[in-house]
Structure formats: structure tokens, C-alpha cells
């Protein structure tokens, strides 16, 4: 509460001259309640020497106070003097992002792909990483980074590569960036200076992706994807193609890995077509009912650029991702990277590269593996009991699932969802604009709900489908 006064007249600029010295004053204190400039519970001076400090009549400033008193802006008590009413905080207009904001209410349960349980982001470790980081950092550590990323990490990351995914790795060709996109960002950039002029894209994916390329001046020609994952043997009739973007480990989102015969075939035609090949690995540690499937890039380096991130095995927040490139694109994505990394932050950097080294990464990775293995199988027996006749495919691996659904009915289910506050997407949502309709289905991302969280997204689930 304050009992100052000269920040009021300061505040108001009340020149009360001529006629109506009632009524000006008596809007003048209501706007500067009204607004909040007066805050509740601020004492007004007395009528005596607000009249003094404005030169009117005391009887006009008495006749304001009564009737902002009347009207509820004011209080008065013998003894305690007039104050601003306590009144609610003023209603200012919503906003358009306030007004956007009540519309995208946060869904009651999460199951929408591409993410992984935030929750049991392992913070002790990585504090403790992070420390060790801390210490050990060299000075210069702490000015403009390399465009290339630190050493430290890019040597942690050649080791695990090599050892988790098969991905022949030297940290001399390792660039870091900040998330897949990014990465994919910069790809677009060289790929365009070296005047190719069609990526080729998988027939389901992300259209974050194919966006991206096109605003670097790619067109991005669907390659269609059938059980054994994309039909890599019609890329030699794809004429004008110089890279394709792929997931072949865990095609996203139908989960199918890519057949041995047509890993063969994509490396086939890079050779023969000078063409490359982005290999998306974006969930490889996270394989349940079979040996994990190698990274592609291990048959030909010098066709394929692996790309790797943190995003699902740790957090999207930390934004740090990897590129293992071929030995002649290194110096061209430094450059379209610019001369320093503005992106990755450098402590970031030499934090993962300390919890990887410590082996902390992999223990967390077990322990995420074991996780979401129980929540799919926890998913296919809700849906055995609950839903039989739902076919579920791309299992094996990664965080999400697929759910076959009658045909026509996948719109409906997706609404019915949203008006139960269940957040789920369907197949069609990721199919590309030229490719030839589908299978009606949802892609159920099983990582994203807390522990607390799963048996009600689980259940959520069930009650909505057909």
C-alpha cells in the first residue's frame, strides 16, 4: 500500500481548467483505477490538499471522492482516509494469442508419435555430466565453436556409432547441429548449390520435411512404401532424383524396416546415379524383438549421410542432432553452416559428450528400452481384449504403433478422440500430397505419456476406436 502522492499527479497530468472541474477529475481517477495505475488499496490525499495542488474548490474535490465512492472506486472510513476500493485486477481485452491459447487446450492424454517420455529425462546424470563438463572445460571452450561442433563430442559419438549402429564414423566427418531439421536444413543448402534439383521422399513421412526442402528450391517426388519399406528399385525411372530422404530402419510412421534387397538397391543406384542417400536413423537404439537392423549408411560412407539425433532417446529440448557425412560434403555444410556453430551450444556439446563417455547413454537407453517395450506390449494385449478386430503393425521397433482401421472410419475416430481430449493422429496425416491413398489407420506414439499417465491414455484409447 502505498500512501505517496506524487506519483499520482505525476501519473494523471490533471489540468483542471475552466468548466467541468467535477467531471474531469471524476474520470480522470476513475481511468487511473480503471487501468490499474491506482492500485487497490492506495490512499488518496485529503480533499483539503488535493484541492490545494490543483486549484480548485475543496467542495468539487469532496462532491469527485463521493461520487467515485457511490459508484464503488473508492472507499472511505473515518480515520483511515479515502483509498482505492479493493476491486478485482482490471479485465484487460484478450489477446489473439490468449484467445488461440483457450482454443488449443492441453489434451487430457497424449498419444500422438514422435516423442518420448519427458518425464524420465535422467536429470541426475546429466547434472552430474554436466559438472564434470563444467570443470574439465578448456577456455577457449567458452568462446565461438567450431562449425563443425566440439571435438570431445564428435569423438564420443565416432565411438558409439560405430559400436550401436554399425556407422563407420571418424570425428573428423561428424558435424553437429541443432536437431534433425536443422541438419536437414543445411543438407538442403548444399544439396541446391550442387544444382541438384529433386530429393526424392518416402510416401509417408513428415511434411516438416518435404517443407523444408522445397523452400531450398527441391521438389520432392514421393517414393512409395509398401511392407518391405520403400520401393527403392524404381528410383532408376525417377528421372532428375539426386538424393532420397529415408528411414530405413524404422520407416516412419509405418514401421516397416527396409528389405536387405532393397538397402542393396538404394546403394545400387547412388553409385550408379552419383545420387545420395539421407539416412533418417531417428529411433535406431530402440529395437525389441530382433537384433537391431545396422545403419545403411556402413555399405557405402561416401554415398550415405547418416543422420542421428537426441531427440527421442533423450529430449527434442536438448536440440542436438549429427550428421556423419562423406569426407567431400564436410567442408560444404560447415560453410552453409557458417563460419561459427550459432546453434549447438557449446557446454550442451561436452555435457552429452561426458554422459555418453561415462556410459550413463547407454544405461538410460537400456532402461528407456525396457519401458517402452512393456508399454507396447501393454498396448497390443489392451487391444487383443478390448478391440480384436484392430490389426496393430510396426511393433518391432521405435516408439509408436500402427492401428489398421475400417475402412472410412479413420476421420471419425480422430474427432471422437479430440472431443474426448485424447491427442492421436491418423495414417493419412502423413501420407504425401502425390501419393495414392491408403489404408485407413492411427499412428499411436506409446513414448509420450508419464508412467502415471499411460493406463488412462491407454484406456482413452480403447473406448474410441470402432
Known amino acids: 500500500m502505498t500512501d505517496s502522492w506524487a506519483a499520482f499527479g505525476a501519473d494523471l497530468h490533471i489540468e483542471p481548467v475552466g468548466a467541468g472541474l467535477r467531471s474531469g477529475l471524476i474520470n480522470a481517477l476513475r481511468e487511473a483505477v480503471r487501468t490499474g495505475r491506482l492500485a487497490p488499496g492506495t490512499r488518496l490525499p485529503s480533499s483539503r490538499t488535493l484541492a490545494v495542488d490543483l486549484g480548485i474548490a475543496r467542495n468539487t474535490v469532496a462532491d469527485a471522492y463521493a461520487e467515485l465512492v457511490a459508484e464503488g472506486w473508492l472507499t472511505a472510513q473515518q480515520g483511515s482516509g479515502t483509498r482505492v476500493a479493493q476491486r478485482a485486477a482490471p479485465r484487460r481485452p484478450a489477446t489473439r494469442t490468449a484467445r488461440s491459447r483457450q482454443v488449443r487446450r492441453r489434451p487430457a492424454h497424449n498419444l500422438m508419435p514422435g516423442s518420448p517420455d519427458l518425464s524420465a529425462f535422467p536429470r541426475a546424470e546429466w547434472l552430474k555430466a554436466s559438472r564434470r563438463a563444467l570443470t574439465a572445460a578448456p577456455n577457449e571452450a567458452f568462446g565461438y565453436a567450431d562449425a563443425q561442433g566440439r571435438v570431445e563430442l564428435r569423438t564420443v559419438l565416432a565411438d558409439y556409432l560405430a559400436r550401436v549402429r554399425g556407422v563407420d564414423a571418424d570425428p573428423d566427418r561428424i558435424v553437429i547441429c541443432s536437431g534433425f531439421v536443422h541438419g536437414l536444413m543445411l543438407m538442403g543448402k548444399v544439396l541446391r548449390k550442387r544444382r541438384v534439383k529433386e530429393v526424392a521422399v518416402e510416401s509417408y513421412g513428415l511434411d516438416i520435411h518435404w517443407n523444408l526442402l522445397s523452400e531450398a528450391g527441391l521438389r520432392t517426388p514421393c517414393l512409395p512404401v509398401d511392407e518391405l519399406g520403400a520401393r527403392t528399385g524404381e ?35 547412388a553409385r550408379s546415379a552419383s545420387g545420395l542417400l539421407l539416412e ?3 529411433d535406431g537404439e530402440f529395437r525389441y524383438d530382433r537384433q537391431p537392423v ?21 529430449a527434442p529440448g536438448l536440440r542436438l542432432a549429427w550428421m556423419v557425412l562423406p569426407e567431400r560434403l564436410v567442408g560444404e555444410v560447415c560453410e552453409a553452416k557458417g563460419g561459427f556453430d ?42 487383443a481384449e478390448r478391440a480384436p478386430d484392430i490389426r496393430v503393425s510396426g511393433i518391432a521397433a521405435g516408439l509408436h504403433a500402427v ?35 491408403g489404408r485407413d489407420g492411427l499412428v499411436i506414439g506409446y513414448g509420450s505419456p508419464t508412467e502415471s499417465a499411460w493406463a488412462g491414455s491407454l484406456d482413452a484409447l480403447c473406448r474410441v476406436l470402432p
Do not use: N
Request: no cysteine; aromatic share 8%.
Open 403 to 437: 492401428l489398421e482401421l475400417p475402412e472410412g472410419t479413420e476421420r471419425s475416430v480422430v474427432q471422437a478422440a479430440a472431443w474426448q481430449g485424447l491427442a492421436i493422429e491418423g495414417l493419412s496425416r502423413f501420407r504425401h500430397r502425390d501419393a495414392v491413398a
Open 235 to 269: 528410383l532408376g525411372g525417377m528421372r532428375g532424383v539426386g538424393a532420397v530422404l529415408m528411414t530405413p530402419a524404422h520407416q516412419f510412421p509405418t514401421g516397416t524396416p527396409l528389405h536387405p534387397d532393397r538397402r542393396a538397391a538404394a546403394v545400387d543406384w
Open 280 to 282: 533418417d536413423d531417428y
Open 294 to 314: 545396422g545403419a545403411l549408411q556402413g555399405l557405402d560412407p561416401e554415398r550415405v549421410v547418416y543422420m542421428g539425433t537426441s531427440s527421442k532417446s533423450l
Open 342 to 383: 550459432w546453434m549447438s551450444g557449446t557446454l550442451d556439446q561436452l555435457t552429452l559428450a561426458q554422459f555418453m563417455d561415462s556410459g550413463a547413454y547407454d544405461r538410460h537407453v537400456r532402461a528407456m528400452r525396457l519401458r517402452y517395450r512393456r508399454r507396447r506390449d501393454q498396448l497390443v494385449e489392451a487391444l
